[in-house]
């Protein structure tokens, strides 16, 4: 039983230190939840569809002794909640960030990040036949144009964000790939790895955490316009 539910652990272990520190007397995150929940929600919800859409095409599976328990609609609670616990604690990062960092301006044109874009977009034409691949890579590139635009680029907060939150990812997507929670449909992936990861769930993570920070960034921006 505790295995089955192993990807929920995953989840709660994401979430715990976020969540405690969510009332740090600097940062005071949990004031920030409306904006967390209006970048999180939609953005979560279309990867969510995207999610169900390509389990069911075969892009990957979910191994039943460690995601076992609820299913809704082919996925496993702990797929679900990754979508909640991922942003929300990645977020709290960047707050962080924010919080005890001076912020710098950093000197990167924007051609940079337009042109990074294009090359992700450019890898796709050899892997073509690679679904997983292409659609990792084409949102991949669509976090860089939307980064790029909203001259975030230019935020050393918003790049160390991204990096950091690769540490992270690197211990729990290590996790759910070796045991593994998640099977991946060779016929849809590269097949080439980092560890146990395979390389097409670095350019995943990018796209949902750089379009939900910038998202993020972008409403704070806002609200903070109103005050």
Same mark, same amino acid.
């Given at each position: 039983?505790?295995?089955?539910?192993?990807?929920?652990?995953?989840?709660?272990?994401?979430?715990?230190?976020?969540?405690?520190?969510?009332?740090?007397?600097?940062?005071?995150?949990?004031?920030?939840?409306?904006?967390?929940?209006?970048?999180?929600?939609?953005?979560?919800?279309?990867?969510?569809?995207?999610?169900?859409?390509?389990?069911?095409?075969?892009?990957? $599976?979910?191994?039943?002794?460690?995601?076992?328990?609820?299913?809704?609609?082919?996925?496993?609670?702990?797929?679900?909640?990754?979508?909640?616990?991922?942003?929300?604690?990645?977020?709290?990062?960047?707050?962080?960030?924010?919080?005890?960092?001076?912020?710098?301006?950093?000197?990167?044109?924007?051609?940079?990040?337009?042109?990074?874009?294009?090359?992700?977009?450019?890898?796709?034409?050899?892997?073509?036949?690679?679904?997983?691949?292409?659609?990792?890579?084409?949102?991949?590139?669509?976090?860089?144009?939307?980064?790029?635009?909203?001259?975030?680029?230019? $935020?050393?907060?918003?790049?160390?964000?991204?990096?950091?939150?690769?540490?992270?990812?690197?211990?729990?997507?290590?996790?759910?790939?070796?045991?593994?929670?998640?099977?991946?449909?060779?016929?849809?992936?590269?097949?080439?790895?980092?560890? $146990?990861?395979?390389?097409?769930?670095?350019?995943?993570?990018?796209?949902?955490?750089?379009?939900?920070?910038?998202?993020?960034?972008?409403?704070?921006?806002?609200?903070?316009?109103?005050?």
């Amino acid at each position: 039983m505790v295995f089955m539910n192993l990807y929920v652990y995953v989840n709660l272990a994401i979430l715990f230190f976020p969540l405690v520190l969510s009332f740090d007397r600097k940062v005071h995150f949990y004031t920030h939840l409306p904006r967390i929940l209006a970048a999180m929600i939609p953005v979560s919800t279309l990867y969510i569809i995207w999610d169900i859409i390509v389990t069911g095409i075969g892009h990957w $599976s979910f191994n039943k002794v460690f995601a076992g328990g609820p299913v809704l609609l082919g996925l496993p609670l702990g797929e679900i909640l990754f979508f909640i616990t991922v942003p929300y604690s990645c977020l709290f990062v960047y707050e962080v960030l924010r919080a005890y960092f001076p912020e710098k301006r950093l000197n990167i044109p924007r051609w940079a990040g337009y042109t990074l874009a294009l090359v992700m977009l450019t890898m796709i034409i050899p892997f073509s036949g690679k679904g997983y691949t292409v659609l990792a890579l084409a949102s991949a590139a669509l976090a860089v144009i939307l980064i790029t635009h909203l001259g975030l680029l230019h $935020s050393r907060h918003f790049l160390l964000f991204l990096l950091i939150s690769y540490l992270p990812f690197l211990i729990f997507n290590g996790v759910l790939t070796a045991l593994p929670v998640v099977e991946y449909g060779p016929a849809y992936v590269t097949g080439v790895r980092i560890t $146990s990861i395979p390389i097409e769930d670095f350019f995943y993570n990018f796209s949902l955490l750089g379009i939900t920070g910038a998202l993020y960034a972008l409403i704070s921006r806002y609200t903070a316009g109103l005050r």
